[in-house]
DNA sequence: GTAATCATAT
């Protein structure tokens, strides 16, 4: 019933709403995708929503509620809302706590707005029993790490220390992940050491991001050190561990290796799933070696494992680079047939015609992709723009440039 | 209410 008055909101939605359950607003956070180009925002249905609930006379204010529903605009990346839910929330007279609090300044971590995040979390202690608890540290440790403050995460873990709250392995693995993201494996050493004065031990998720951070900075024999280290411990590597040696070896160029992690895979029965042909098939692709491409998408389809967007990224940009365009509509009729042309593959395809020259093709699948609702976005018009520069077509740029300033203008009036 | 694996451009 959730789903149907979604669907043909703002129509149905006022004959269904007695049946709609509190409980339920939980439910809309599966149905918050990407909006279509140019209709209404899913966020503001969504709040409209939680209003109707919040008028009817059977309703009553609830924590957990309110719990959900900051959640979900955290996952939706809606944080525009946010402040309207908390103000609910007091209007309500219900009193936050610090799981709401946290949950409040994850919306913002989230929606990259970092700034409001640390404003609530500086403010939080003004109400009564709110105090930064494991859970709020670590979200704040990862809202700094996602926007590159290291110095800041450092701080603040600093002060969680201090305060007495005792960092969770997620706290650790959390600091991991950011710094090594980051190529600062002094400060991963440093974060390793705290864990042994503390008695913590690395689990799975420690060994794997370890696995990743060095894969990501090429380092091969540090990554093949951590993939040792997880043995040593008795630990058994999972699907994470063994795609992210894939990765790395595939970056790397070495397909050797890559193959034999994969063999390793098959003998031991780890399913072969989409993100690990995806993952052979962006390595196979990036390195030009188009046979070995099709011949994993090929297998992928005849196991049966359903590609994504990414699969047909994947694809689109090998192909663009080492000068195979005329795949390109072969491949867009694919993933048009799997429902998973959105606007990253468009991106993909505008760039591979671009990159040949084609713009007649490039404009048509620009055109294609507004009249089937995939927003162009950053990435589509830097790729527009840049290709008319370089071929001096400043008139068309200019154009594309204006296009795009109204479409942000438009993102702001939301 | 916290964590790790895949994609598009410069």
């Not at 997880?230 to 193959?259: C, H």
């Not at 070696?289 to 090929?298: A, L, N, P, R, S």
């Not at 990253?344 to 007649?360: G, S, T």
Request: charge should be negative; hydrophobic fraction near 40%.
């Amino acid at each position: 019933m959730i789903a149907q008055c979604w669907r043909s909101w703002p129509g149905l939605i006022d004959a269904c709403v007695d049946e709609i359950v509190v409980h339920d607003l939980c439910r809309f956070a599966m149905l918050l995708k990407p909006r279509p180009w140019g209709t209404a925002v899913n966020g503001v249905a969504l709040w409209q929503v939680f209003e109707l609930v919040r008028a009817q006379e059977w309703y009553t204010a609830d924590l957990s509620t309110y719990l959900k529903l900051l959640t979900m605009l955290a996952k939706a990346k809606q944080a525009a809302e946010a402040s309207n839910v908390f103000d609910c929330l007091l209007e309500d007279k219900l009193r936050p706590t610090t799981a709401i609090f946290t949950a409040l300044l994850t919306v913002f971590t989230q929606s990259n707005q970092f700034k409001k995040a640390l404003e609530i979390f500086e403010s939080m202690r003004l109400y009564e029993g709110c105090v930064p608890d494991k859970y709020t540290y670590t979200a704040m440790i990862k809202g700094c790490c996602e926007a590159g403050l290291y110095v800041q995460a450092r701080k603040i873990f600093d002060e969680m220390m201090i305060e007495g709250v005792k960092p969770s392995i997620v706290t650790y693995n959390i600091l991991i992940h950011g710094y090594g993201k980051a190529g600062l494996f002094r400060e991963v050493e440093r974060v390793l050491s705290t864990m042994e004065a503390n008695n913590v031990a690395p689990d799975t998720v420690t060994w794997n991001t370890l696995i990743r951070v060095f894969g990501l900075n090429c380092k091969i024999p540090e990554m093949e050190q951590a993939y040792e280290g997880l043995l040593r411990q008795g630990l058994q590597p999972d699907m994470v561990t063994l795609n992210s040696l894939i990765s790395a070896y595939g970056t790397a160029g070495l397909f050797e290796k890559m193959e034999s992690v994969t063999q390793y895979m098959q003998r031991y029965n780890y399913p072969m799933t989409r993100i690990t042909y995806n993952i052979i098939m962006e390595a196979y692709g990036r390195a030009g070696m188009v046979d070995q491409m099709e011949e994993t998408w090929k297998r992928m389809k005849a196991e049966f494992v359903k590609p994504n967007s990414s699969t047909f990224c994947s694809m689109l940009s090998a192909y663009g680079r080492h000068g195979y365009w005329h795949n390109v509509e072969k491949v867009m009729r694919q993933a048009r047939y799997f429902d998973a042309a959105d606007t990253a593959v468009y991106n993909a395809a505008i760039d591979a015609f671009q990159r040949a020259q084609n713009f007649e093709d490039m404009e048509k699948i620009f055109e294609e992709m507004k009249l089937k609702g995939h927003a162009p976005d950053d990435v589509t018009y830097s790729i527009l723009i840049g290709a008319y520069e370089r071929i001096r077509r400043v008139d068309k740029a200019r154009d594309l440039q204006e296009e795009w300033n109204g479409s942000v203008k438009e993102c702001e009036a939301e």
